[in-house]
């Protein structure tokens, strides 16, 4: 069962511009990931925030996660054509530590 | 350099034939991950190994199989593939189970004639 939810699960922007989207989960969890996609290519990792963090920075990604809510954003300042993909959150919520991915938010940056 | 390599990108099988897909790591992780992905759709983790520990999903078919003969390595086994198997299958691992980054293969396209 899919364990995140992400919205919304399309957008489209300029360059430039921010892009902002948000996972929603349904149990506890012990960390959140996002991941990017590229057409056709492996998932390749972005940012880990654990459960007791509420934001992480890497370069011009921001990460924000509120757990009393159960969800997450991930933002994307100063977007550039390459940043066109798709992104998934995935969380890890049992002793197992395995993680389960949401459906994922479509971005496309055009120039 | 390519530290989680699949082989191979593309696979074409016939309705029936089992097929295998194979992973390997040069990271030394302790686990292993694969998931299959269909168009559009989110990953579906199918398996995961810790070590040696096998650990099925409830929901994978018995029609999907998994090998670890070491640490570097891991092999998909299909054994009577049908058309709704076709997808990305995709290799993962990571040093420790859930708590850190899982460093993804670029992907097997598996294709069912």
């Known amino acids: 069962s899919q364990q995140g939810e992400e919205d919304p699960q399309a957008l489209s922007i300029q360059e430039g511009e921010n892009a902002t989207m948000n996972c929603s989960y349904k149990t506890s969890i012990n960390n959140l990931q996002w991941y990017r996609q590229n057409s056709g290519r492996g998932l390749v990792h972005l940012i880990l925030?654990?459960?007791?963090?509420r934001e992480k920075h890497s370069g011009r990604l921001r990460v924000t996660l509120d757990t009393s809510k159960k969800s997450s954003s991930l933002l994307i300042t100063a977007s550039r054509a390459a940043d066109t993909a798709s992104y998934f959150c995935a969380t890890s919520t049992d002793s197992w530590g395995k993680f389960q991915f949401g459906a994922g938010t479509q971005v496309v940056v055009t120039p | 350099d390519a530290m989680v390599i699949q082989n191979p990108r593309y696979q074409v099988t016939q309705f029936g034939k089992p097929v295998t897909l194979s992973c390997s790591q040069t990271l030394n992780h302790n686990v292993m991950y694969w998931y299959q992905q269909k168009s559009s759709q989110a990953p579906k983790l199918l398996f995961h190994?810790?070590?040696?520990?096998?650990?099925n999903e409830a929901d994978t078919p018995d029609n999907f199989q998994s090998r670890r003969p070491n640490t570097s390595f891991c092999f998909l086994d299909i054994r009577s593939p049908g058309l709704g198997d076709a997808a990305m299958y995709l290799c993962a691992t990571s040093r420790v189970r859930g708590l850190a980054e899982a460093f993804f293969g670029q992907g097997t396209r598996l294709t069912v004639v």
């Open positions: 925030i654990r459960s007791n963090e």
């Open positions: 190994y810790y070590d040696k520990d096998f650990n």
